[in-house]
């Protein structure tokens, strides 16, 4: 069982920024990919950002050129850092990987954008 464990969450004010991580049980090299998702109050879990073992990022609209996804294969753990945080972004963020047809979460790391 691949176990996801999501840290960095926390409180800032607007402006401000956070890094979140992600450190996976097993190689993270093997995964199709891995993500970011968030889930505010009373919305459904949405993308956030995505990275493959190779190739290019995907990063959502509402936090392009903010957040950024990147990830250490040695240390087998994805990255999200967020800049100019505003108070939308509070969120519940979950740490994400597929293999196949199997998905994989993390518990989640709560953030709090606020003053």
């Known amino acids: 069982q691949v176990q996801l464990v999501e840290s960095g969450g926390g409180l800032v004010q607007p402006g401000g920024s956070l890094r979140l991580s992600c450190a996976a049980s097993?190689?993270?090299?093997?995964?199709?990919?891995m993500g970011w998702y968030r889930q505010a109050p009373g919305k459904e879990r949405e993308l956030v950002a995505t990275i493959p073992p190779i190739g290019s990022t995907n990063v959502a609209d509402s936090v392009r050129g903010r957040y950024t996804i990147s990830r250490d294969n040695v240390k087998n753990t994805v990255y999200l850092q967020m800049n100019s945080l505003k108070p939308d972004d509070t969120a519940v963020y979950y740490c994400?990987?597929?293999?196949?047809?199997?998905?994989?979460w993390g518990q989640g790391t709560q953030v709090t954008v606020s003053s």
């Open positions: 097993r190689s993270i090299v093997s995964f199709n990919a």
């Open positions: 994400h990987a597929r293999d196949g047809l199997k998905n994989y």
